[in-house]
T-cell receptor, first 113, second 115 residues
Framework: AQSVTQLDSHVSVSEGTPVLLRCNYS??????LFWYVQHPNKGLQLLLK??????LVKGINGFEAEFKKSETSFHLTKPSAHMSDAAEYFC???????????FGPGTRLSVLP | SAVISQKPSRDICQRGTSLTIQCQVD?????MFWYRQQPGQSLTLIAT?????????ESGFVIDKFPISRPNLTFSTLTVSNMSPEDSSIYLC????????????FGPGTRLTVT
């Protein structure tokens, strides 16, 4: 079965510094992977997705993620954090049925002024 | 993409009562899903709402507790029955879209507090 591990439950960075949110997955086949963001009291928004095309995926708001099969990782990065990036981030893999999402536990990103 | 609305956006309910949550999509979709997000936790899939047939429930969720309706391709309801404080969560619906790739789009959620 597919599973997702997000290694940090909470990451704190200063505004203007780089962001790294880590995600490792387990999948028995070539996976599709997603990052979603959830701002307080808001719904989930898709940041980016990997679906077996380019391994470096660019998303919205300056975020990007690199799929590394050898490391079974899909870490999310941003060169310079903004206060508005403070939110909960979820890494997601699709299950064997090809339509059900398996969510990671989430990483809460805090951005300090 | 898809625009999804949910009603109510939040509610406070008493123990032992039931609440029905509505999910409306702006276009016809085949796949609709219901998730639960307990306080401070990630999302857990409750069930897949199938149009014209019974919902498919994930392990740990049963139809008697979470009955789901899917009368057409743009609408679904989730009922949380005989509520207890442990049911206090955010309930989200989502729709799945296949095109160049598969994506899910999420509604804003319903924040439920059971007292």
């Amino acid at each position: 079965a597919q599973s997702v591990t997000q290694l940090d439950s909470h990451v704190s960075v200063s505004e203007g510094t780089p962001v790294l949110l880590r995600c490792n997955y387990s999948s028995s086949y070539s996976p599709s992977l997603f990052w979603y963001v959830q701002h307080p009291n808001k719904g989930l928004q898709l940041l980016l997705k990997y679906t077996s095309a380019a391994t470096l995926v660019k998303g919205i708001n300056g975020f990007e993620a690199e799929f590394k099969k050898s490391e079974t990782s899909f870490h999310l990065t941003k060169p310079s954090a903004h206060m508005s990036d403070a939110a909960e981030y979820f890494c997601v893999v699709i299950d064997n049925y090809g339509q059900n999402f398996v969510f990671g536990p989430g990483t809460r990103l805090s951005v300090l002024p | 993409s898809a625009v999804i609305s949910q009603k109510p956006s939040r509610d406070i309910c008493q123990r032992g009562t039931s609440l029905t949550i509505q999910c409306q999509v702006d276009s016809q979709v085949t796949m609709m899903f219901w998730y639960r997000q307990q306080p401070g936790q990630s999302l857990t899939l409750i069930a897949t709402a199938n149009q014209g047939s019974e919902a498919t429930y994930e392990s740990g969720f049963v139809i008697d507790k979470f009955p789901i309706s899917r009368p057409n391709l743009t609408f679904s309801t989730l009922t949380v029955s005989n509520m207890s404080p442990e049911d206090s969560s955010i309930y989200l619906c989502s729709v799945g879209r296949t095109g160049r790739s598969y994506e899910q789009y999420f509604g804003p959620g319903t924040r439920l507090t059971v007292t």
